[in-house]
């Protein structure tokens, strides 16, 4: 609509030659959610979708956002990006996007910092896609039925990148294709002559066709089998390694996040519940809820358990309990759960590591006036063994993330 | 290409129970509606005028039903549709003249009506809640009225009282029809009121058709994805009518065979010399011969005009090419 | 007369959601969205059922009766003034309700009742039962109507002609193809459904299944073809009156158009004498369409102008639909908002 408006905010730079060194920048933070709160439906019926949350995206780092569905994980990353659909709008907060684009970005670049929520149409338009993108769930849905793969690519860059002409749109297109490893005739396939896992794989290879700062990927591969999954999962933790984008990465399937980001956010009833690295996430849940989830996955590796799963059903965010919404199925709830509702607080002990947020919970069983931790609860943190000595990672997604943060 | 080809089988069998009808009506109708009529036409035809209508309707001569129709098909690929009985002429010849004037009136006003309809239908899908939905209730009353009843109201309003559009006919009287700037003119001027007519009274049907599948098909992820590209709204517009507007084409052959049948009466309305006008008179005088003329010539070129509509499908839609 | 094209669609998967599955009960399917577009069809079709009960009743002469001057303009003795002949037009315009909607329902209900049949059978049973069916379907579709009719109707002896049932059944046999292809396409999407799978597998008969489960889960479908085809039907029973093809001496609102095109009523200014039934077919067909507006909506719950409730809405500066990737942010709920989607605007912190 106004394309000036936030020029003070965002100035376009040209970016040619530019050598800013992502890798200093490796661990600051890219994409902060600040009290974000999102309503479905305006004035009495509005269902409170996502309330205050807060989330700190950092540089070349994955940001796991897990919850059952209904949980307002998709709703806050759409929200965020302000590509949720009607009815749904965005009741407060802030979005701030701190922008360091990089020698791919080509001349529609910005650099500095924005608040997303701020921005009209036309600085959103250049900022979407070149600097944030989407993978979404089905790429079946999410290709153009009725345009060849090579076309949908070309599309991006002819809108985000002037400079090319069309034989360089071309040569980058199959170049990303061959990224993802499919190989450069496909560029005139359509995408229902293309398999599911090649479908998803062309997504991601458009996704991220003018390497941006950020990919929002939403349960990228729940639609896809196993063996298929496990192969897409892969290639984007290499594709991460070698592109250094953040990733903030929507699933309803725990134990996959903890093999694949460095920090997961748990979200219950349109909040943020706990907020953690994975390992210590993993191995040393605080919140009852997270608790429950990861015992209603089979993890991927690691000795069998029973799975005990979360007795009830999610709440309907029409009617969503008082206090902390979750005490209606918390085993360990109590009389001041069900009356004032918890804020996610820092838990007390121990510093962060470095470039990484404080572990955050929200849960009364935490509060210094609470009369006890349950066991399970008060496993010891694997983050908090020695301050300079992180956790031995178990996959290579926390590896590379510890090269990074080292 | 195999689903035209299974397209091209409905319409040669859709071809076949046309003329098969044609065939069969005249002959096992109650009260042998020919035979009334010969007798009504006694001493007013020639011989020869007789002995046509008696090959034609195998009136008196005897011959097993088989048998009339081989010879009913034989005329046929002679290109002999029967000799019209008012007009004392074949009706080939006769339809010949009057074809022409129908398909350019019709052809004009629906490809007008087909763009500015799907046009305005990505617009009020696009942009919903905006004030361009003040026009769907009042193309719904203009979907509603007959074609004919909108014409007359038109004619009396915009030709009679103000006098804006020339009225009946299809051309000026005294010029003579050629490649002239006048003459091509004066037909212009004079098919501007009926393509109103027409265009008036079928917009809506694509109007309201391609809003409703733009309001669908904006709900697809691929259109969110569309605008997550950052593409221009334009594009991402034409990402959603691109997809949006396949059902319309796809359903051209339902839409078409209404507005055929509206617009033939637009044509009585405003004594447009087409087949409209030929129909009311062949009903009028009972020229049967005539009226099953128009009928099969009608139905043909609605055939050929699917046809045409089902090439356009393939060439959109990639997922149709691929089917075997 | 047109027809919404996306009736037609060819209905890939997802995009007509048919309703929940109901097995005994109807309650669901029939219950409409009270959508002032379908209190406003519903008031105009119950209005002019009434008039079909008791037009000829409450006439205040006979249609036919010439006793009065000729070419009177509309008084309080002639409410629409008289025709050339001197009838009273008011009184031609209530008794031709009666046959108007007669041949349309009829024609309607006959037209339905085939298209179920057709329909569910071809989808319900496939292979080459469904190959017929559907090429029938097609040819039926590819035909233009009203010549067809015109051929069959002029064939007709004249007791024939004046008969509205035989012209509304002669009607249904060139309407029911459009219908009979949309629940082709749906009842093949239910009966992969697992309630269908479920009765197939207790060994329920073909026609039970069809009728009585695949059936009643269609019934918004078969409401929108019966809504449709009623709508084509006085169309094109009006067009034939019009044309003089049928009786010209059984009143209907055709016959009127007829009479007065041929006195020249258009031309001489006698508006009372053609813009009355005129307007009455366009009202009958407005409420059928808004009608069915309400029913596509029920079928096709996107189309439902659901958006934001419109409390507050306008008050906060809200669009009723906002633009697609531009979601709107309203800081500061309670007091003066501030609106980025309309024009973007500095959140003062």
Not at chain 1, 101 to 109: E, I, L, R, V
Not at chain 2, 147 to 167: A, E, I, N, R
Not at chain 3, 231 to 244: E, N, P, Q, R, S
Not at chain 3, 330 to 349: E, I, M, S
């Amino acid at each position: 609509m106004s394309a000036g408006q936030g020029a003070d905010l965002i100035a376009p730079v040209p970016a040619n030659g530019s050598d800013i060194n992502q890798q200093a920048h490796r661990g600051d933070p890219v994409l902060e959610i600040r009290d974000l709160c999102v309503d479905y439906g305006w004035g009495e019926d509005a269902v409170h979708a996502v309330i205050d949350a807060n989330l700190t995206l950092r540089r070349g780092q994955v940001l796991g956002l897990a919850g059952e569905s209904g949980s307002g994980k998709s709703t806050l990353a759409y929200a965020a990006t302000r590509l949720l659909r009607e009815p749904g709008v965005i009741t407060g907060g802030e979005v701030l996007f701190h922008s360091r684009p990089n020698a791919q970005s080509g001349p529609d670049a910005v650099t500095g910092s924005a608040d997303l929520l701020d921005l009209g149409e036309g600085d959103l338009q250049r900022i979407r896609w070149s600097e944030i993108s989407v993978v979404m769930q089905s790429a079946l849905n999410a290709l153009n039925p009725v345009a060849t793969i090579g076309h949908q690519i070309q599309d991006v860059l002819k809108a985000h990148r002037p400079d090319l002409n069309r034989s360089g749109r071309v040569r980058r297109a199959t170049e990303l294709l061959e990224m993802v490893g499919i190989t450069g005739d496909r560029l005139g396939s359509y995408p229902f002559e293309l398999s599911g896992g090649m479908r998803q794989r062309a997504m991601i290879a458009m996704g991220l066709a003018l390497e941006p700062q950020v990919v929002i990927m939403d349960e990228p591969t729940t639609a896809l089998d196993v063996v298929t999954q496990r192969e897409i999962l892969e290639e984007l933790v290499r594709l991460r390694d070698d592109l250094g984008f953040a990733a903030l990465f929507i699933t309803h399937d725990l134990s996959l996040l903890i093999e694949l980001a460095d920090e997961i956010a748990v979200m219950y009833a349109g909040r943020l519940v706990e907020r953690a690295g994975s390992e210590s996430l993993f191995r040393s849940p605080r919140h009852p809820y997270t608790y429950g989830l990861l015992n209603s996955f089979p993890p991927m590796h690691g000795e069998r358990k029973a799975m005990t799963g979360i007795a009830g059903s999610p709440p309907d965010l029409k009617s969503i309990p008082s206090g902390c919404a979750f005490h209606p199925r918390c085993l360990h709830a109590m009389d001041r759960c069900s009356a004032e509702v918890p804020q996610l607080v820092p838990l007390s002990h121990g510093p962060a590591a470095a470039g990484r947020s404080p572990r955050e919970v929200s849960c009364w069983l935490h509060d210094p006036q609470s009369p006890h931790v349950p066991a399970e609860l008060g496993q010891p943190d694997p983050a908090q063994a020695g301050p300079a000595d992180p956790a031995p990672a178990p996959a290579p997604a926390a590896e590379a993330a510890e090269e990074g943060t080292s | 290409m195999i689903p035209l080809l299974r397209k091209l089988a409905v319409y040669v069998v859709t071809a076949w129970v046309a003329i098969t009808v044609n065939f069969l009506v005249p002959r096992l109708m109650p009260g042998n509606p020919i035979q009334t009529m010969i007798g009504k036409l006694q001493g007013r035809v020639t011989p020869e005028m007789q002995k046509a209508i008696q090959l034609q309707f195998g009136f008196g001569l005897h011959q097993s039903l088989w048998s009339q129709y081989v010879s009913y098909w034989s005329q046929l690929f002679h290109g002999n549709l029967g000799q019209s009985i008012t007009l004392s002429a074949p009706v080939s010849s006769v339809l010949g003249q009057t074809l022409p004037w129908t398909i350019g009136l019709l052809g004009v006003s629906t490809v007008i009506s087909f763009v500015l309809g799907t046009l305005l239908g990505i617009a009020l899908g696009w942009r919903r809640g905006s004030w361009l939905d003040g026009l769907l209730p009042v193309s719904t009353f203009f979907q509603a009225v007959p074609y004919f009843f909108l014409g007359t109201v038109l004619l009396l309003v915009f030709g009679s009282d103000l006098h804006w559009f020339p009225v009946l006919g299809n051309y000026e009287r005294g010029l003579t029809p050629g490649f002239s700037w006048s003459f091509i003119s004066s037909v212009i001027r004079y098919a501007e009121l009926p393509a109103l007519t027409i265009v008036l009274s079928s917009i809506a049907g694509w109007m309201l058709g391609m809003r409703n599948m733009m309001v669908t098909t904006m709900d697809e992820d691929f259109v969110l994805v569309a605008r997550a590209k950052g593409l221009p709204t334009r594009k991402v517009i034409g990402y959603a009518a691109r997809n949006a507007i396949l059902p319309s084409v796809a359903n051209f052959s339902l839409a078409i065979g209404l507005v055929v049948s509206g617009a033939l009466l637009v044509e009585l309305v405003f004594n447009y010399p087409g087949v409209g006008n030929l129909l009311l008179q062949a009903v009028l005088n009972q020229d049967y011969p005539l009226l099953q003329g128009i009928f099969l010539v009608i139905t043909l070129t609605v055939l050929a005009a699917n046809l045409i509509a089902d090439f356009v499908y393939v060439a959109l839609d990639p997922r149709v090419r691929q089917e075997a | 007369m047109s027809v919404h094209a996306d009736d037609l669609a060819p209905l890939p998967a997802g995009q007509l959601t048919p309703p929940v599955p109901v097995k005994g009960k109807v309650t669901r399917a029939v219950r409409l969205p009270r959508s002032p577009k379908v209190i406003a069809g519903l008031i105009i079709i119950v209005v002019f059922a009434i008039l079909t009960l008791i037009g000829p009743w409450v006439a205040p002469y006979a249609p036919n009766d010439n006793a009065f001057a000729p070419n009177l303009h509309p008084s309080a003795m002639h409410w629409l003034g008289t025709s050339n002949l001197g009838a009273d037009l008011f009184s031609q315009l209530l008794n031709g309700a009666r046959a108007t909607m007669v041949v349309g329902f009829i024609a309607g209900l006959v037209a339905t009742a085939l298209s179920v049949i057709i329909g569910i059978t071809a989808g319900y049973l496939g292979g080459g039962a469904d190959e017929g069916l559907s090429l029938a379907a097609n040819v039926f579709l590819a035909i233009p109507g009203l010549p067809l009719l015109i051929v069959l109707d002029s064939y007709l002896p004249a007791a024939g002609r004046s008969n509205t049932l035989l012209i509304g059944v002669i009607i249904a046999i060139t309407g029911w193809a459009w219908g009979a292809r949309v629940l082709r396409a749906q009842t093949m999407s239910v009966k992969r459904r697992d309630f269908v799978e479920a009765a197939r597998i207790i060994g329920e008969s073909r026609i039970r299944i069809m009728f009585s489960e695949v059936l009643p889960n269609l019934l918004a479908i078969v409401a929108s073809s019966f809504l449709f085809t009623m709508l084509y039907a006085i169309g094109t029973y009006i067009a034939l009156a019009y044309l003089g093809v049928t009786s010209t001496s059984v009143w209907n609102w055709g016959t009127m158009l007829y009479w007065a095109q041929n006195s020249n009523a258009p031309l001489t200014g006698a508006w009372w004498w053609f813009v009355p039934p005129g307007l009455c077919i366009a009202l009958v067909g407005m409420g059928l369409a808004l009608l069915n507006f309400g029913v596509d909506e029920f079928i096709n719950p996107r189309l439902r102008a659901a958006g934001l409730s419109k409390k507050g809405m306008r008050r906060a500066g809200l669009p009723r639909h906002p633009k697609l990737g531009l979601t709107p942010v309203v800081r500061n709920h309670a007091a003066t908002a501030t609106v980025t989607a309309a024009g973007p605007a500095k959140v003062a912190r």
